[in-house]
């Protein structure tokens, strides 16, 4: 008897500790569901923080792009404090602009700052080198030292011995407003332009190239140093700027649908090429067979990049 009391009692205790085993699990699992919930809740509100901060940045670049286009903005501005909703957090936000003659890139930038966060919002406006009034621009091809090829009919080209001069402008000094590095194959293949100043940021004179039979979607500007290959049979469907230190080549069966091409140096253009656009180069310009070219002047319209983080 006594030994059957004590069969009952263990099993009375090992019904017990499963039960609480049980409840230790369940109690776990649920610890873990609402911490998971709870994190995918802090995700949810810093997810529309960030979108309330860009679309704030984006209003404050918005104005401020007006303002200095009436002349009404000062190099640097500091805003009434912002409260952003829910959350009443307070935000101050400070406006500066920056301008590179020589380069022609004017930028603005919000530096937003609160609940212990900083965020920096730009936009970058470019003109093209030397402004769009330099008389280089009003040619649809003009060549340094002369023009190596058959100029297609109703084309005006001019060469550096006509008188005009190529403006100056330092390539390098592109770095400092470039926040995107050049786009690899894939990316180009797989996003496009993301209407954003592109430049070349990789060590040693390794010139920039674009694969061939690529096709490049949206709008971008491509600056290098050691130069810009766009190879054989791509094609440019947006507003691509090319702006190389040294050479540009563009390879046989390319077609740029809107193109300013730039380059300190030669520029080589293959068989069978069509561009829309105007060319500048500071060097030579050798035109292959059969070039398909005409002016068009809004290339050189202000190029404003899309408001980016940093």
């Known amino acids: 008897m006594q030994w059957h009391s004590f069969i009952i009692r ?14 230790t699990v369940i109690l776990t699992i649920l610890q873990g569901f609402f911490l998971l919930v709870n994190r995918e809740s802090e995700a949810q509100r810093d997810n529309i923080r960030q979108e309330q901060i860009l679309n704030l940045g984006e209003s404050l670049i918005g104005v401020a792009v007006r303002n ?18 829910p959350g009443n957090e307070e ?26 966060r900083k965020w920096n919002i730009y936009e970058d406006k470019l003109l093209p080198p030397g402004g769009a009034d330099n008389p280089v621009y009003q040619n649809a091809i003009y060549a340094q030292n002369g023009i190596v090829g058959i100029i297609p009919t109703g084309i005006v080209a001019q ?3 006509s008188g005009s001069i190529m403006p100056f402008f330092d390539v390098s000094g592109y770095k400092k407003y470039g926040k995107m ?26 010139a920039y190239s674009v694969a061939q ?22 094609t440019a469907t947006g507003n691509l700027w090319l702006i190389s230190g040294s050479g540009i080549v563009i390879g046989d069966d390319v077609k740029l649908e809107k193109a300013l091409i730039i380059a300190k140096k030669n520029i080589s253009i293959g068989n069978n090429v069509s561009i829309n656009g105007i060319i500048i180069s500071g060097g030579k310009v050798t035109i292959g067979n059969n070039l398909t070219m005409a002016r068009d002047k809004m290339v050189l319209e202000p190029f404003s990049t899309a408001c980016y983080f940093l």
């Open 91 to 116: 935000f101050t936000a400070i406006i500066t602009k920056e301008n590179n003659i020589s380069l022609g890139v004017s930028q603005i930038k919000i530096a937003l700052e609160g609940a212990g």
């Open 213 to 234: 039979d690529t096709v490049i979607k949206g709008d971008g500007v491509f600056v290098d140093e050691a130069g810009i290959t766009i190879n054989g049979r791509c």
């Open 181 to 206: 590095v050049l786009p690899a194959a894939d990316e180009l293949r797989d996003y496009g332009l993301k209407k954003r100043l592109y430049v070349n940021t990789a060590a040693g004179n390794v």
């Open 10 to 23: 263990k099993r009375k205790g090992m019904v017990s500790l499963s039960i609480l085993l049980l409840a």
């Open 159 to 161: 060469e550096g011995n």
């Open 68 to 85: 200095e286009e009436k002349g009404n903005l000062s190099d640097c501005l500091q805003l009434q404090k912002v409260t952003l909703y």
